[in-house]
């Protein structure tokens, strides 16, 4: 898969329907990745349903490789991805089509496998490999499968071991990014239709549904671009647009209660604003101070308030 030039990818879409599209891609660090526009219609099938086919160029020599698409972001967001692009694309014509060319390639997913197949059309009995259970460090992929106590522990132990012998694996650092709207408006990058959470795949989780760590700072994301919005419209600043992206440094030992001295929470959270204005420091200076002063996400965070915890529970017969 690393040497293919053009390897195909199939997803379903929102109606089930499959749709097939060649793609460029990278391996680094054992992992596939592949980019797009998420304005094209196997991003939207993507969206809809992780879950993808990817396959080589060739019926002679073939691979196919079932998993789940994982949306990282934009490609600003994995520098040595789009290194790895540049240097695998490299005839002059190909430079057009690459995400450090082409600012409308804004998607890269990391391909998860969950199974595959290998054969060679010439040696086909002797060639032929299947790996029927392939996942995140060996893990199986089950859509929406009931997982009871066990099968948790089962996932989550050799992660466990693993960040006590290395603390610097637990260490993640969740994105976020946001487009400010024309209007007071701030449209958040989720790479889901619908929003479902569960584990990150540091925890045991398989990568499809949504971590509440990335929900939490898309919802950061959203109030800090919609009160920018506001503030510069009420002070009459122009922001003819911008981005907003906040990234959180977890350290997954607390969560897993592997140990005591790492927090459970973001250790650090970092906002950042770039926008396209013509107004002057100071200006900005006093936008961004009054968005900081009246957006209600970044003030909870940052000086939380009383929290109370209740629970009701359903009377049996």
């Known amino acids: 898969m690393a040497r293919a030039r053009s390897p195909r990818s199939a997803a379903g879409g929102s109606a089930g329907a499959?749709?097939?599209a060649p793609v460029w891609g990278v391996v680094t660090g054992q992992t596939l990745y592949l980019y797009?526009?998420?304005?094209?219609?196997?991003?939207r099938n993507v969206a809809a349903d992780p879950r993808v086919v990817v396959h080589l160029e060739s019926g002679e020599d073939v691979l196919i490789?079932?998993?789940?698409?994982?949306d990282i972001g934009p490609p600003a967001t994995v520098p040595s991805v789009v290194t790895a692009l540049a240097a695998k694309y490299t005839r002059p014509q190909d430079r057009q089509y690459l995400p450090d060319h082409d600012p409308d390639f804004d998607v890269v997913w990391a391909i998860r496998p969950?199974?595959?197949m290998a054969w060679r059309l010439d040696d086909y009995d002797a060639s032929q490999r299947r790996w029927p259970t392939l996942w995140w460090k060996n893990r199986p992929y089950r859509l929406g499968a009931h997982m009871d106590s066990a099968e948790l522990r089962a996932l989550q132990q050799p992660l466990k071991d693993a960040y006590r012998e290395d603390p610097e694996q637990a260490v993640v650092t969740l994105r976020a990014r946001g487009q400010?709207?024309?209007?007071v408006s701030c449209s958040v990058e989720t790479g889901r239709a619908l929003a479902v959470a569960g584990l990150h795949p540091a925890t045991g989780g398989d990568g499809t549904l949504l971590c509440s760590g990335d929900m939490l700072l898309q919802a950061l994301v959203a109030c800090a671009g919609v009160t920018l919005r506001a503030v510069a419209t009420s002070l009459g600043i122009d922001v003819a647009g911008g981005t907003v992206a906040a990234e959180g440094d977890l350290d997954f030992r607390g969560t897993l209660a592997v140990s005591k001295d790492a927090p459970v929470g973001f250790r650090a959270i970092r906002l950042a604003f770039d926008l396209d204005t013509d107004a002057s420091a100071e200006q900005v200076q006093t936008l961004i101070k009054l968005t900081e002063r009246y957006c209600v996400v970044y003030q909870t965070l940052s000086r939380p308030g009383e929290m109370a915890i209740s629970v009701t529970q359903a009377a049996r017969a």
């Open 18 to 20: 499959p749709h097939a």
């Open 36 to 43: 797009s526009e998420r304005s094209t219609v196997k991003a």
């Open 65 to 70: 490789v079932r998993g789940v698409a994982e």
């Open 114 to 116: 969950r199974s595959a």
């Open 180 to 183: 400010l709207d024309e209007a």
